[in-house]
């Protein structure tokens, strides 16, 4: 026909041939060449095991948020053609975007969706992930990994916060960098800072803000981060996640024996499991280790070459990814022609609004300050977290369960994650809807503008009968599961025991002093002039 | 698992027939929203307002002009000369044409100089020396409703012929 | 197959979204208000020509920028006839500014909201006039639109602006100043009389008397009731009585003679400044003075000796 010979004519020019340098993708062949040749679609292996492209077992949830942060930068691009981060006219920028901008108002909104979005999906991925215990060995550090990226998906959302220069953005800021002031050594409001001369113009929250108060030189700095610095290292970070999960054989499967190893997907051999010694050709690099690549010839002529459970990535999996962004595209558009993303008041250093939250994923944290002291809320206890999260595949001496939904099989590595975040949005939930002026406790029904009582007085335990609970909490919360569940406490060894068990008493302590502060009003179990507890 | 290029002609007709139905409404939807995605990308570099001064501007009345004169009034403000003689009055862009500096009148010798380069300009606007390639820029002029003359710096025209027509000259 | 069905309903889906998109972005609300106002131009301009120009004029996004101040107003875009004395009477939002306040005041380089307040960066009616949650200038409205005219005009009598020129006198009258800082030029002006020295003139009596109620002494007094307690005035009292003028205190006592001091009353016209007489139930004599009439009660005679 007319056309097929017009298409043959373009698809065999010397130019459209320059460009796609394979067949249409209708043969093994042909799709294998067509993931393999491309730059994009190359993250994917040529074929996947069936299993991979089951919806409900990774949910999309990593590719979504990768693709969050693409709408994201691509969102953010534009905005930054109208955005100036300068104190005297951010404010005004942003009501241009809504008023005097073609498209403006869809854009930011947009990106403030997505933004949120991306903080949900990464911490159900993070979820999604512990729950099939995909950070088993070989994938611990890029467990590890994944930690780091969701901290700095974090970082770029409170670094992006403040660059409305609402009162919102204004004293969210103002809130966070002090609670850095409060980092023990160096923040000038932190636990033995006297020791190191670091005062309110040379501490870390100083080196944050480029001043001693968030004003144009903390918004360019944010800018610079947010739109810059961060960006860049996220991309590095998640290129090595992606490369990770590669070389670790793909999407996490139930181990099994001996697999049909097809020759159209490559295993990576870690050398270390190499039981044979290098061979080395007399001259030049050992001749054993080899990538394969994809050429003409005869193996790859057919499907028989799929084993029984592979699928070929094009377009089985490519086409599942296309519709699962379809599917985010037309949610983040709805939300953002429904919903506008809020801009309060011009930021005013003498005005603090009553109540001042931080935005969800951070409201938890806010909550918890009003439990502990800054630098134990807003420093040590989220190192902890991020510490305590980054050490569970090292921490973790069951080998049954991994790579599926296997609760039965670790149940006591499931109920602690789960305590841990049920624990976490019990907090958000606190901090967002019970919360009213003054931070004082309002249930949904009441009327924020009768104010509240103020609390009865705090007291604090004795220094004495302080420390001697600590010691017998740590003691006896060391001492007794060892000795009652010998076979656990052997399984993981003297070191992992007990880094598992701090950090499961501290955890456990955290709602443990809450409820003594909210039934007794118990303020600080340890009292002393340099730190309390 | 459905390998969705695995042929559905094994005896489903119907089903086929839908499958393709989807298909080229997804497709078509997919191209016309990336059209106009494009589209929309495009028209968003384009600020509905500009933080400049404006274009148009009202230059009083022309009984103010004497027949005859050039008239400076408006060239701090606005860099344009407002010319009269006669019966016919236009206003010249001062912006040489060459690089863009500001031309100075020489009354004395009814010529505009500019410092830059050393183009000189006739009162009408050809240039006579120096560098400068074009004549000067003549600026669209209209009466508004309260009778004054209204300046259009976004519409110009120096081409003779062009330049001697309304609205670029004005009879009063 | 259901991938395929999935496909088409989410593409479709995006196509929408991609539809309302456009039609929020090209069918804004000023542009009804604009094509309102040309057309209503239109039938005021008596040459066809130019009202046919007047009515097909392509509607415009148009602000007015105050360079100092970096505030952008966009009120003419809807307030299109702002200065087109044509549109004289007309309804709101085409009619010309009333009166004639826009000669002095340039609103191209002040801009609008500098007066009117509201904001003016927005381009809908809500967004502009309304009660906007976070803007903290809303529009202002009737006699509050006088508010703003005192950023400029500091003077007590600013023209055109009664309500508020009223507002100054009575600011300063009252004594408000007296216990409130106002932010303007009468801050820190004293509201009542130096009391030192205040010993040696009053009588204790009459100083009981005035803290309980100054304005039954003197109804136009400043002095406002603070509802004291009657030991809490006694103790003002003592207090007070205390501040003494060692002058007037160490002058001699002496006797002057009533009917000398009355003569002297009467040919040195008193009345014309004080009240000095009640004649029939009426107040005879002048209010640029205090009223005399009880003077006895309240000063002593050495500190009124002085005085004289």
Redesign the interface.
């Known amino acids: 026909m007319a056309s097929k010979h017009l298409t043959d004519r373009i698809t065999q020019s010397q130019v459209w041939r320059s460009i796609f340098r394979h067949g249409a993708p209708?043969t093994p062949r042909e799709r294998s060449l067509t993931v393999v040749s491309n730059f994009f679609l190359h993250i994917h292996p040529v074929s996947i095991p069936?299993h991979a492209?089951r919806y409900r077992f990774t949910w999309g949830l990593g590719g979504i948020a990768f693709l969050l942060f693409f709408i994201l930068v691509l969102t953010g691009i534009?905005l930054t053609?109208?955005y100036v981060p300068d104190v005297?006219?951010a404010y005004?920028d942003m009501?241009?975007l809504r008023?005097?901008?073609?498209?403006?108002v869809?854009?930011r909104n947009v990106h403030r969706w997505s933004a949120h979005a991306m903080v949900l999906v990464v911490i159900l991925h993070m979820a999604r992930v512990f729950y099939t215990a995909s950070y088993r060995k070989p994938r611990e550090f890029n467990w590890v990994l994944g930690v780091g990226l969701a901290v700095i998906t974090l970082l770029l959302s409170f670094t992006g916060y403040l660059l409305p220069w609402?009162?919102l953005a204004y004293w969210a800021v103002t809130v966070g960098t002090n609670m850095a002031s409060s980092t023990p050594l160096i923040g000038h409001a932190g636990p033995f800072h006297h020791l190191l001369g670091v005062r309110i113009d040379n501490d870390v929250r100083f080196m944050m803000l480029g001043g001693t108060i968030v004003g144009q030189n903390a918004l360019i700095r944010f800018y610079v981060l947010h739109c810059m610095a961060l960006p860049a290292i996220f991309a590095i970070a998640v290129a090595v996640h992606f490369w990770r999960i590669r070389k670790d054989g793909g999407i996490s499967r139930p181990a099994r024996s001996e697999s049909a190893s097809a020759p159209t997907t490559v295993q990576f051999e870690s050398p270390r499991e190499e039981a044979e010694p290098e061979e080395k050709t007399p001259a030049g690099p050992p001749a054993r280790y080899r990538l394969l690549a994809y050429v003409r010839g005869p193996t790859l002529s057919g499907k028989q070459d799929l084993a029984e459970d592979e699928?070929?990535v094009w377009?089985?999996l490519v086409?599942?990814e296309?519709?699962a962004g379809?599917?985010v595209?037309?949610v983040i558009?709805?939300l953002a022609?429904q919903f506008n993303a809020p801009?309060?008041?011009h930021a005013n250093p003498a005005v603090t609004p009553n109540p001042a939250k931080a935005p969800w994923y951070f409201v938890g944290l806010q909550e918890l300050l009003a439990y502990f002291d800054p630098w134990i809320a807003g420093v040590m206890i989220p190192s902890i977290v991020v510490f305590g999260l980054a050490a569970i595949p090292y921490l973790d001496g069951n080998d049954r369960g991994g790579g599926e939904y296997a609760f039965g099989q670790r149940k006591f590595a499931v109920t602690v994650f789960t305590l841990g975040i049920m624990l976490w949005f019990s907090l958000i939930l606190v901090g967002l809807f019970l919360r009213g002026p003054s931070w004082a406790w309002y249930w949904p029904w009441e009327d924020w503008t009768i104010p509240k009582q103020t609390v009865s007085v705090t007291w604090n335990l004795p220094t004495l009968w302080g420390s001697l609970g600590l010691v017998v909490y740590f003691g006896l919360g060391l001492w007794l599961p060892a000795i009652l569940l010998p076979e656990f406490r052997k399984k993981l060894g003297w070191p992992r025991y007990v880094i598992t068990m701090v950090l499961l008493l501290l955890m456990i302590a955290v709602p443990g002093k809450i409820l003594l502060r909210l039934t007794l009003n118990l303020k600080y179990i340890l009292h002393t002039p340099w730190f309390n507890i | 698992m459905n390998d969705i290029n695995r042929n559905s002609s094994a005896g489903d007709s119907r089903r086929g027939f839908v499958a393709r139905i989807f298909t080229w409404l997804g497709i078509s939807s997919l191209a016309t929203s990336l059209v106009s995605s494009v589209y929309a990308n495009f028209r968003f570099f384009f600020p509905k307002v500009l933080y400049e001064p404006p274009a148009q501007f009202k230059a009083g009345v022309p009984d103010e002009y004497q027949p005859g004169t050039v008239s400076d009034r408006w060239l701090n403000d606005h860099q344009v000369w407002i010319v009269r003689d006669d019966n016919k009055l236009y206003a010249l862009l001062a912006t040489c044409t060459h690089l863009g500096c500001l031309t100075g009148y020489f009354p004395s010798e009814r010529l505009f100089k500019c410092p830059c380069h050393g183009s000189i300009f006739t009162v009408k606007g050809d240039p006579v020396a120096g560098p400068a390639p074009v004549p000067l820029y003549r600026l669209a002029l209209s009466i508004g409703d309260d009778g004054q003359l209204v300046v259009d710096k976004a519409s110009r025209e120096n081409q003779p012929g062009n330049r001697d027509a309304r609205p670029y000259v004005l009879e009063v | 197959m259901t991938l395929r069905v999935y496909f088409g309903i989410a593409s479709l889906a995006i196509l929408v979204l991609c539809i309302i998109n456009y039609s929020v972005e090209y069918t804004p609300e000023w542009k009804h208000w604009q094509r309102q106002y040309y057309a209503l131009l239109e039938t005021k301009i008596k040459d066809p020509d130019r009202a046919a120009s007047a009515g097909a004029t392509p509607l415009e996004f148009k602000q007015v920028y105050n360079q100092e101040l970096g505030v952008a107003d966009r009120c003419t875009i809807c307030h299109a006839g702002v200065d087109n004395t044509l549109m004289d009477g007309a309804p709101n939002p085409f009619k010309a500014y009333p009166g004639n306040l826009l000669s002095s005041h340039a609103y191209q380089q002040i801009g609008c909201t500098m007066c009117h307040q509201g904001q003016g960066a927005a381009t809908t009616v809500a967004d502009a006039h309304d009660d906007v949650r976070h803007w903290d200038r809303p529009l202002l409205r009737g006699d509050f639109v006088q508010a703003t005219c005192t950023k400029c005009h500091q003077e007590d009598d600013v023209p055109q602006a009664p309500v508020l020129s009223h507002g100054k006198r009575l600011l300063h009258e009252l004594g408000c100043v007296g216990c409130h800082k106002t932010g303007t030029a009468f801050d820190g002006e004293r509201v009542g009389p130096r009391l030192a020295g205040i010993g040696s003139k009053v009588s204790r009596r009459w100083l009981n008397r005035w803290l309980m109620n100054p304005r039954d002494y003197l109804p136009k007094s400043k002095m406002p009731n603070f509802h004291l307690l009657p030991q809490a005035a006694n103790a003002l009292a003592a207090y007070l009585m205390t501040f003494r003028d060692k002058k007037i205190d160490s002058m001699p006592a002496r006797e002057g003679d009533y009917d000398a001091g009355d003569q002297l009353r009467r040919e040195s016209y008193c009345v014309d400044c004080h009240v000095t007489l009640e004649r029939a139930g009426k107040l005879v004599g002048g209010d640029i003075g205090p009223n005399l009439l009880k003077i006895g009660n309240k000063v002593n005679q050495r500190w009124l000796v002085q005085f004289l």
């Open positions: 209708t069936r492209l534009l053609f109208y005297h006219r005004s009501k241009d008023f005097a901008v073609p498209f403006g869809f854009l609402d009162q699928v070929s377009p089985n086409f599942r296309f519709l379809l599917t595209i037309a558009w709805i022609i801009l309060e008041e």
